[in-house]
């Protein structure tokens, strides 16, 4: 069964969302990163991108907050665009661990294998494949010129958070040099790690989470800018790496919660892709133990079950303005 919403049924569930969980007070900031344990822990905003470049936003939308590992997502593609989806399975892989995003013990139990790039071995697996291979600035205007496509506008790191991280990221050298003596490391695994590092540490606004997902969403052309990001192939394949990991060790439960293909970040983000349809994302600090934003979760668990965006369920909900435009 085909369900036709229009951007003004959208507007007012983002907004009913807000209103529902703006008093939620579960969880706690990330505190073993130094600064997001002071970043205002009641900021919450909501925000979704529709086909036709509409951006809907509620709340605190302007903030810049740490991507974190959302930032995951933008390298998981670029790889794949750069090498191809078969490479970066190859090198990489695209297994759930069902562990906490920091597991070494994923690395070992997974034989060596880094996974999928959405947990942090994987990911610094992917930052040490960005090309051009061995050139540390090369690979960061990559980056940053990818997520700006993404975003269709600009980013920069948050040199507080980038220093925050470099300063407590212990765990993270492990695992790069543990990938190395796995050869699951393709450059400098020092590099690799200070790449990963500041990616994390990029500033983005709850309106450019919801601009990325909407360019996934609408196979890698950016419905803001009309730019063709990145080959329209790879938007089935993030997605299913969103939807088999993007929440760890809880991400069986959120996506039978919802059915919604999302990615989630420390710093309380969430973007989550509806295929062919729209973006959305919300922001909130405080986190569950799995380190995934309380709030950012109920909010858009509302947004999917209200809009019936669950991409498993037998009502597959479009936008009637696209269908009017496509006729
Ligand atoms: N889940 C996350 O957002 C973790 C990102 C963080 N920079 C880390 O590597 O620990």
């Known amino acids: 069964m085909i369900q036709k919403i229009d951007n003004a049924t959208v507007r007012e569930a983002v907004q009913q969302a807000y209103e529902r969980c703006k008093n939620e007070t579960g969880g706690k900031n990330a505190d073993y990163i130094p600064y997001l344990a002071n970043v205002p822990s009641t ?32 390298t998981a593609i670029l790889a794949m665009n750069q090498y191809s989806a078969q490479e970066v399975l190859t090198k ?84 790069a040099w543990l990938l190395k003596n796995y050869n699951r490391i393709y450059d400098d695994p020092d590099m690799a790690l200070d790449i990963y590092t500041r990616q994390c540490s990029i500033g983005v606004t709850a309106k450019q989470l919801a601009t990325m997902a909407a360019t996934i969403a609408n196979g890698g052309k950016n419905p803001v800018t009309k730019q063709q990001v990145f080959k329209p192939e790879l938007s089935p394949k993030i997605a299913s790496m969103m939807a088999t990991v993007g929440f760890y060790e809880h991400t069986g439960d959120w996506l039978f919660t919802t059915g919604l293909p999302a ?10 892709v509806v295929p062919g349809v729209m973006g959305v994302a919300a922001f909130a600090p405080p986190l569950d133990e799995a380190g995934n934003s309380v709030k950012a979760q109920k909010a858009l668990a509302y947004i999917a079950g209200h809009l019936n965006l669950n991409i498993f369920g037998t009502t597959r909900c479009v936008m009637a303005e696209k269908e009017a435009a496509q006729a």
């Open 43 to 74: 900021l919450f905003g909501i925000a979704a991108c529709l086909p036709d470049g509409e951006v809907i936003a509620v709340g605190d939308t302007d903030y810049k907050f740490g991507i974190e590992s959302v930032s995951k997502v933008p």
């Open 263 to 272: 990615k989630t970040g420390v710093g309380g983000g969430i973007m989550g």
């Open 92 to 175: 990489i892989g695209a297994d759930a661990t069902g562990l906490p995003f920091n597991s070494i013990m994923a690395i070992l139990l997974e034989n060596d294998h880094p996974s999928t790039p959405l947990v942090n071995a994987g990911a610094i697996s992917a930052c040490s494949m960005v090309q051009p291979v061995g050139d540390s600035d090369g690979k960061w205007k990559a980056i940053t010129g990818f997520i700006e496509g993404l975003a269709g506008s600009q980013v920069e790191v948050i040199d507080e958070l980038y220093k925050s991280e470099t300063a407590t990221n212990f765990n993270n050298k492990s695992i």
